[in-house]
């Protein structure tokens, strides 16, 4: 089951949290590198993200459309203080653990972080980002709130039409799992992979009403002054936030592994099939 690591990764204390995450990968048979930043006055137990990768190259040979991206799935293992931090972000790790084997049994290459420190000013990816390589992955899908709800969401930030993320953004791809493209999310690691100038889709699941809200908010933009009160009560109103930061379903139980099944077949189907030829209906 999709949701079988999920319990050994609900646990509050940061410690033993990343504790699970290293029984999991090793259970799981992945094996995996630690990127490390010392201890610090703002964050004492310093800073460990996990990584690995399927190995393998590139196909430089075009299928379809063109030739495939170096992507990087990614997804914060750290949890709200005094959260299990199910939703939050167990259930999207979990769906990577999945990925990757998925994606290690039919041999196409892919690269996974899971990060630590999102909840304390991303931290984890801002460390990723200032130990990148040239020959790293030239874009990202970063995973948060994948297990409660019904409705898939995507936002690249304006790089919808883009090589890396028209072939989960175009509508083929969206009608076949019922997702929707959203022009704005609730910040994740996503803001920092951006201005690392790694381009990032953000990938969540939410309940079907919550859409509405989304929408709201990306129109109400940033503002000279920041966030308006009435952004921030919009997102307080959104179903999906009584799942994280110590909400009333901030609990594994709330968590659906057909949700997470959803999240995990929608990034077989794009990443192992054929690169869709572009489309002029998606321009539109």
Not at 215 to 226: D, N, V
Not at 255 to 281: C, E, H, Q, Y
Request: hydrophobic fraction near 35%.
């Amino acid at each position: 089951m999709i949701s079988r690591n999920l319990r050994t990764l609900c646990v509050s204390d940061p410690d033993k949290r990343r504790e699970a995450v290293e029984e999991i990968l090793r259970k799981e048979q992945i094996p995996f590198t630690i990127q490390e930043d010392a201890p610090s006055e703002k964050f004492p137990r310093g800073i460990r993200n996990y990584l690995f990768h399927t190995g393998g190259k590139i196909n430089a040979a075009p299928d379809c459309a063109g030739t495939r991206t170096k992507y990087l799935f990614t997804a914060h293992y750290d949890a709200y203080p005094g959260s299990t931090g199910a939703n939050d972000n167990a259930a999207a790790a979990c769906i990577l653990i999945d990925l990757y084997q998925e994606l290690l049994e039919r041999h196409i290459p892919a690269w996974f972080a899971f990060f630590d420190g999102e909840e304390n000013g991303h931290l984890g990816s801002k460390l990723y980002c200032d130990c990148m390589e040239p020959e790293d992955p030239k874009a990202a899908v970063n995973l948060d709130l994948c297990g409660f709800g019904d409705t898939i969401v995507l936002n690249a930030a304006g790089a919808e039409l883009s090589k890396a993320f028209y072939p989960f953004c175009c509508r083929e791809s969206l009608r076949s799992s019922g997702a929707q493209k959203v022009k704005f999310l609730p910040e994740s690691d996503d803001v920092i992979l951006r201005k690392g100038h790694l381009p990032t889709l953000s990938v969540s699941v939410v309940p079907r009403w919550d859409l509405q809200y989304l929408k709201s908010l990306s129109a109400m933009g940033e503002g000279l002054l920041g966030r308006s009160p009435e952004f921030k009560m919009i997102i307080s109103s959104m179903e999906v936030c009584s799942t994280m930061h110590g909400g009333y379903r901030d609990n594994e139980e709330a968590v659906n592994p057909d949700n997470m099944r959803k999240v995990l077949d929608f990034l077989i189907r794009v990443v192992t099939g054929p690169v869709p030829a572009r489309n002029l209906r998606d321009f539109l």
